[in-house]
C-alpha cells in the first residue's frame, strides 16, 4: 500500500506517518518548499519515508504528484491550522484549506487511477461555531443504552449540548468557513462522481507535537521554560511581570480563559483517520472524546503537574489574544466513529495534559543543558 500524506510536518502528519509505517505502507509526504526546512517532526523516520517538494495552491502541482505516484490513499492534514492567524491571513487561509481540497479532488477525478484512490480530508469542529444539538433531559439521558446515545461523552459535563454529523454547522472564523468549504466539496464530490472521500470531524486535538501557536502548547512550554529558570536559580519569583528583566520571568498572557473544548491526542485522532479509509462505504465521522474542558481546566492540571495549587500569579489575560468572534463550547458525539470504525479514544484529559508539560519540562532542560555546553 502507499499513501501520501500533504501536510507531513504538522503535528497529525507526523503521527499518521509512523501509523501508516507500522502498517507497512510506503509513505510519501508532501511540503511546501518554506517547510522543507522544518522537518524535526519527522526527522526520526526520514530514512523511512520519501518527502517531496509541492505546492496545494497549485493544482498542476497536485495533479503530477498523484500521476507520479499512484497512491492508494491520499491524507490531506495541509491547512492554515490557525484560527487567530485566519482573521489575518484570510485569502491565504482559504487558498490552502479549500482550494488545496478541491486541487486534490479534481486531481482525483481525472486520475486513470480513480476508482482505486481512497481520500481522507480533515474537517474541523470549529466548522460548528455556536450550533449544538440537544441532548435533552439528563434522567433520559442517564436511561439510555449505549446504543441510543453518545457513547463517550461525561454526562456530568455534557449538560444537554453537543456536537455530531447531524449539527448544523455556523462557523465563526475564516479558518472554519474554509474548512466548512473542503467538507462540502468532499461530500459533492463523493456524490457526483463516485470518489472514495471520507471527511473527519476532528474536535481539538493536542500533543507534544502541537505548534506552539496553540493555547495548550503556550501552557505547556511556558512551564516548562518557567520550571528551568526556576531551578535554575533555586527560589521561586515572588512578583511576575509582563517585561522579562533580570530575576524576573515573564507572565504567561492567554485570551478567553472560559473557552471550553473537547480535547483529545493526536496519536488516537490519526488512527480513525486511518479507519475511515478501510471501510467498505465512504462517509464522514465526528471525532471526539466526548468531555469538554476549559483553558482553566488545562491551566489546573498543568500547574498541578509541576505542583502550583494556584497558577493566578503566573498568567495575565491580554486582550489581544481574544479573537474578533469567539466560538466558547464545544464537544463532540463520536457514537457513529465508535460504532463503525470500532475507535475510542484511548488517552485520557489527565494524561494528554501530563505527558505536553513533562514534555516541555525535559525540552527546556536540553536547551539549558546546550546552552551551558557553549
Known sequence: MKAIIFGITGQDGSYLAELLLEKGYDVIGVTRRVSV?????????????????????????????????????????????????????????????????????????????????????????????????ELGDMEVYRNLSVDNVCVGIDAAKAASRYQNEDTPFAPQSPYAIAKLAAHHLVQN??????????SGILFNHESERRGEKFVTRKITKWIGKFINWRD????????????????????????NLDAQRDWGHAEDYVRAMWLMLQQEEPDDYVVATGE?????????????????????????????????AEVDYLLGCSKKAQSTLKWSPETSFQELVQRMVEHDIHEAKLRRSSLQAI
Not at 464530490?189 to 470518489?195: A, L, V
Not at 521561586?236 to 485570551?255: A, T
Not at 492540571?301 to 489575560?317: E, H, K, L, R
Request: aromatic residues 12%; negative net charge.
Open 292 to 324: 469538554t474542558h476549559s483553558v482553566r481546566d488545562f491551566l489546573d492540571v498543568a500547574f498541578n503537574c509541576v505542583d502550583i495549587d494556584d497558577w493566578s500569579p503566573y498568567v495575565g489575560i491580554d486582550p489581544k489574544f481574544y479573537r474578533p
Open 232 to 255: 535554575k536559580r533555586a527560589f521561586i519569583q515572588k512578583v511576575i511581570q509582563e517585561e522579562s528583566k533580570e530575576g524576573v520571568f515573564p507572565q504567561l498572557r492567554l485570551g
Open 37 to 133: 526546512d522544518t522537518l524535526q517532526r519527522v526527522d526520526h523516520i526520514l530514512p523511512q519515508i520519501t518527502i517531496i517538494e509541492g505546492d496545494i495552491t497549485d493544482a498542476f502541482s497536485v495533479a503530477n504528484i498523484i500521476k507520479e505516484h499512484c497512491p492508494d490513499e491520499i491524507f490531506n492534514l495541509a491547512a492554515q491550522s490557525h484560527v487567530g492567524t485566519s482573521f489575518s491571513q484570510p485569502s491565504l487561509t482559504w487558498d490552502v484549506t479549500a482550494g488545496g481540497c478541491l486541487n486534490i479532488l479534481e486531481a482525483i477525478r481525472y486520475s486513470e487511477f480513480k476508482d482505486r484512490i481512497r481520500f481522507y480530508q480533515a474537517s474541523s469542529s470549529e466548522m460548528f461555531g455556536k450550533n449544538f444539538s
Open 189 to 198: 464530490y463523493r456524490t457526483s462522481y463516485g470518489i472514495f472521500a471520507c
